[in-house]
Nanobody, 114 residues
């Protein structure tokens, strides 16, 4: 069964950067996405990437600041986050971009504060 392992989170100051990684335990060729869940809020889509790397989609909150990419040879999906804001504080998860989701991983916590 597919397992998703997110990493790369941590603490950052406003304006800082973090790079998240998502390791998939199986090789698949599906559209993937990053999601996030802030305290007290529902999980939301942040960005998605199609099988071949394009096209990509970004939520309005991520446009111009975040970049999603993938390395299918390594079963990895990345999220480069720049110009971080306090409102980016959340647990970040990866999963399919659509359809029946795989079991969610533990996520990786991103905390943005001064």
């Amino acid at each position: 069964q597919m397992q998703l392992v997110e990493s790369g989170g941590g603490s950052a100051q406003p304006g800082g950067s973090l790079r998240l990684s998502c390791l998939m335990t199986e090789t698949v060729f599906v559209s993937m996405a990053w999601y996030r869940q802030a305290p007290g809020k529902q999980r939301e889509l942040v960005a998605s990437i199609s099988r071949g790397g394009t096209p990509t989609f970004y939520a309005d909150s991520a446009k111009g600041r975040f970049t999603i990419s993938r390395d299918d040879a390594k079963n990895l999906v990345y999220l480069q986050m720049n110009s971080l804001k306090p409102e980016d504080t959340a647990v970040y998860y990866c999963n399919k971009a659509s359809g029946n989701m795989w079991p969610w991983g533990q996520g990786t916590l991103v905390t943005v504060s001064a």
